[in-house]
Each structure stands twice: as structure tokens, then as C-alpha cells.
């Protein structure tokens, strides 16, 4: 129902800052079509967000229920992690996942089949802004997007006046479904997600932007805020056309708002802080049930893949459990965790899906290529499509040299990460990797 106050999508907004015109391959997924993973047995990583790992809450042989706290942190940069399924916990070990030489406490539970929920969670009560947060940290909810930065954290803004809430629907990624999923079916938890989040932070505008091949969720969504003008009134949103890496948090914030982060600066020193729409969609279905984060869906998708879908996967189930339940053509020759562009190879598929994953991706060989590294030809298209303005060549080169200082100075912890130069370079240079090796070098892997 339109009324007086019903509002337009505003764009598309067509800045581009270099970036790349990808294939995405989205599937389209439809509620019914989401399947849903009962595994007999799941792996829960206590370290599956920036900042300190947690330390276990509950004993080998102890039952656990859905949604029970299984680990917790005193440390302020961490997140609470909960029981995905109901059963008995088998073992508490180190294990080294990722086959970094350091290792990661893991949680094993095995299943009673029956998924019981616990029964001591109740539906927050929130009267001020403490209570919020607190609520907050209790979701054990983090950046879903990729980043796995605790969102409570993300949220204690005491330091600087914040006047724009972003949620970001862009979902740039080829084959990733899951953002665009919860837009089209959670409006609801996203839009209430913002209000809560706006109301108790003290932020008075809430954007949502989103790219314009998500066109069928940004028009349900702007649906849903006509139909409570009044509700939603404080809440716009933006369509971005689609170049990659569009849903980089500083490219969202100047597509959004206008407004550029400074080299060395967060989002909320220029009044901004950004939330993936999933993130959203998790802390409203959180405010509305009191159930924290124990599921993630998982666009599961590539050539290998029999049946490419949106699962509903509980934390900690094994990748090897995933790929079984959806069904595959033939053995893949790689398997992604994320996508393809900013995605980690697997070493192992016996790793489990963890609260940030939001795609598995196994692909064939003909899929994708694997190619000796050329020399640079010195065609600059990797400074043409650099979304930060930065000279992907002359980084790698200092990188090379073991300049490190050199290429800090020229902007090292300023990239995203985003691939994009890897992905236009004609002598397959893998650039990324090198900037990725640069930033390692240097103690810190985080883009700034
Ligand atoms: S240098 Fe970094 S930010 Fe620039 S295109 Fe390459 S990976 Fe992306
Ligand atoms: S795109 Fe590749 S070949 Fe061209 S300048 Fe950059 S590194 Fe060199």
C-alpha cells in the first residue's frame, strides 16, 4: 500500500572506483528450496571471530541444547559460543585446522537427534543502551559477512558521533546467495534489526544499500517500509550498479553516503558503521526469540555440485557432511570456504562450517585455472581496476624486494583484498597473495 509518505529506491548510483564486471552465477533460492543439515556430529571452533579465543563453559559427557553457552571470553574483543545442536559433548581438544601451525580449541558434540532447544533462553528485555549491547554480546553474533568481527564490539561507539547505520545488501561476490535470501524472506529482522540498533546507539539514519542485480529483494524490502511509513520513516534505501568489489565496507559507505574513510581511519570516524544485512536479519530474529547464532545458511555451489542450494547449516558441521547432503557430480579438484574472488582454498573438508562462513564452493577443473606466473608487462590495468587507487605493481615489487616499510608507506594496509587486480593481470600474477604475504610480513592481515 503506497501513501503519501511512500518512498522511491534512490540510484542507481553509478560511482565506480575501479572494480571489476563479473559472471555472478547466483542461484535463486526459494524458501521451500532451503534445506536444512541435521549432522550427527559438529566441530565447534572456539575461535571464530576477531579477537580472543573463548574457553569452554561445559565438560566432556555433558548434554548440551540448542542455543546453551559452550564458551565464553572475559577479553573485550571476543563472542560467546553457543551449542548448534542438542546431544553430548564428546571431546574438548586442540586441533590445528587450518594447518597454520596454531592450533584452536574445538568443541565436539555428538547428536541426540533431537535439535532440543535450551531451555533458559528467553526473549531480551532491553531499556537502555547497556542492555543493548549487552543483548548484543549475548547473540554471540559477528560481521557475517566475511569479517567476523564481534558486533558488540563494533557497536560501543562512546569515542564518536555516529549519524548513518548502513546495512549492506550488496552480496558482490559471484555464487554467494545468502544476503540477498535474507532480504527477499527475513524484511522483518533486518528492518527491526535497524530500528533497534538506531534507537539504542543513538543513530538517526539507517541506509540500506544494495546492488541492482538484487533488484527482486530491494523492491520487497522498500514494499515492507511503505507498508509502516511511519515505522520506517528514518530508513532509505540505495540501489548500487554492480562492479565488484562494490560491498567493500569503504566502497558501501561512499556509494551510500558520499562520505570517503581516510587512510587509517575507521567508518565510525566519519559518522558511518556498516552491518551485513545477514548480520541484521541474525539480530532481529535474536531480539524477536532470544535463540543466539547456532545456524548460518550456506549458499553451497560450483561445477562439482550436483544440486546448487541455500543450506541452513548448524555451526561446526563438517564441510565433508555439507557436500555429502547436497549431492556431487564428481570429486572436486577445489573446494572454497567464501567466495571465489576473496575465498580460503580448503586443505581439509573435514574443517567445519564456521559462524562467518556464507558459502562453500567446490569447483572442477574446468572451473578455474591454474597458471604459471609471467612476468608484468607493465599495463597498468591493475592500478585502472583497483577499487583503493592504489599500484597493486609497485606494492608487489617492494614486496619482492622485502621493502616492507616501502610499501606500507605506499598504501599496503590500505587493500581490501579484494582481487580484483589478480583477477585482470595478464601475466597472472597472483598480486593479492603477495599483498596478503606483504601484510603478514608486517603483523597485521587487516585491511585499515
Ligand atoms: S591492491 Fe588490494 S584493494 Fe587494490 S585491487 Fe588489489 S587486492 Fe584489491
Ligand atoms: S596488471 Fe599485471 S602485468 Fe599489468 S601492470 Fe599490473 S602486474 Fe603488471
Redesign the pocket.
Known amino acids: 500500500m503506497k501513501t503519501k509518505l511512500s518512498k522511491e529506491l534512490a540510484g542507481p548510483v553509478k560511482i565506480n572506483r575501479g572494480g571489476v564486471r563479473l559472471n555472478h552465477q547466483k542461484i535463486n533460492t526459494l524458501p521451500e528450496k532451503v534445506a536444512i543439515l541435521s549432522p550427527n556430529k559438529v566441530r565447534i571452533p572456539l575461535q571464530m571471530h576477531l579477537g580472543a579465543e573463548c574457553k569452554p563453559t561445559v565438560k566432556v559427557r555433558e548434554q548440551v541444547k540448542v542455543g546453551q553457552l559452550i564458551a565464553d571470553s572475559e577479553e573485550l574483543i571476543s563472542s560467546p559460543i553457543h551449542a548448534s545442536i542438542s546431544g553430548i559433548v564428546k571431546s574438548i581438544q586442540i586441533a590445528d585446522e587450518n594447518n597454520s601451525g596454531s592450533g584452536t580449541t574445538i568443541i565436539e558434540i555428538e547428536s541426540d537427534g533431537k535439535m532440543t532447544p535450551y531451555e533458559n533462553l528467553t526473549v531480551p528485555q532491553i531499556n537502555s543502551k547497556e542492555d543493548f549491547l549487552r543483548e548484543v554480546r549475548k547473540s554471540g553474533l559477528v560481521g557475517l559477512g566475511g569479517a567476523g568481527f564481534p558486533t558488540s564490539v563494533k557497536l560501543t561507539i562512546d569515542d564518536v558521533k555516529v549519524d548513518t547505520l548502513i546495512a549492506n545488501g550488496a552480496e558482490c561476490e559471484p555464487y554467494i546467495a545468502v544476503d540477498d535470501y535474507k532480504m527477499r524472506f527475513y524484511q522483518e529482522d533486518i528492518l527491526d534489526a535497524m530500528l533497534a540498533t538506531m534507537k539504542w546507539i543513538g543513530i538517526s539514519h539507517g541506509i540500506i544499500a544494495i546492488e541492482d542485480n538484487k533488484m527482486e529483494a530491494a523492491n520487497l524490502l522498500l514494499e515492507k517500509i511503505n507498508h509502516e511509513p511511519q515505522k520506517y520513516a528514518d530508513i532509505n534505501i540505495v540501489i548500487m550498479n554492480s562492479v565488484y568489489p562494490k560491498g567493500a565496507e569503504k566502497l558501501v559507505i561512499y556509494n551510500a553516503t558520499g562520505r570517503t574513510v581516510p587512510r587509517g581511519k575507521l567508518p565510525k570516524d566519519i559518522g558511518c558503521i556498516v552491518m551485513n544485512t545477514t548480520s541484521l536479519a541474525e539480530l532481529g530474529k535474536y531480539l524477536r526469540t532470544g535463540m543466539p547464532l547456532v545456524d548460518k545458511l550456506v549458499t553451497v555451489d560450483g561445477s562439482a555440485v550436483s544440486n546448487p542450494q541455500n543450506v541452513n547449516v548448524p555451526i561446526g558441521s563438517l564441510i565433508s557432511d555439507l557436500l555429502t547432503f547436497v549431492g556431487l557430480k564428481d570429486r572436486p579438484d577445489l573446494v572454497m570456504m567464501g567466495g571465489p574472488m576473496m575465498g580460503i582454498a580448503l586443505s581439509s573438508l573435514e574443517n567445519p562450517v564456521v559462524k562467518q562462513n556464507n558459502a562453500i564452493i567446490a569447483m572442477l577443473k574446468n572451473e578455474f585455472q591454474l597458471t604459471n606466473e609471467s612476468a608484468?608487462?607493465?599495463?597498468?590495468?591493475?592500478?585502472d581496476v583497483c577499487p583503493m587507487r592504489l599500484q597493486?605493481?609497485n606494492l608487489?615489487r617492494a614486496i619482492k624486494k622485502n621493502q616492507i616499510d616501502k610499501a606500507k608507506d605506499d598504501g599496503l594496509l590500505n587493500c581490501i583484498g579484494c582481487g580484483s587486480?589478480d583477477y585482470?593481470?595478464?601475466?597472472k600474477?597472483p598480486?593479492a597473495q603477495y599483498l596478503l604475504l606483504g601484510k603478514s610480513k608486517l603483523g597485521n592481515n587487516s585491511s585499515i
Not at 608484468?376 to 592500478?383: E, G, L, N, S
Not at 585482470?424 to 601475466?427: D, E, S, T, V
Open positions: 608484468c608487462i607493465r599495463c597498468a590495468k591493475c592500478v597493486p605493481t608487489v587486480c585482470i593481470c595478464p601475466a600474477i598480486l
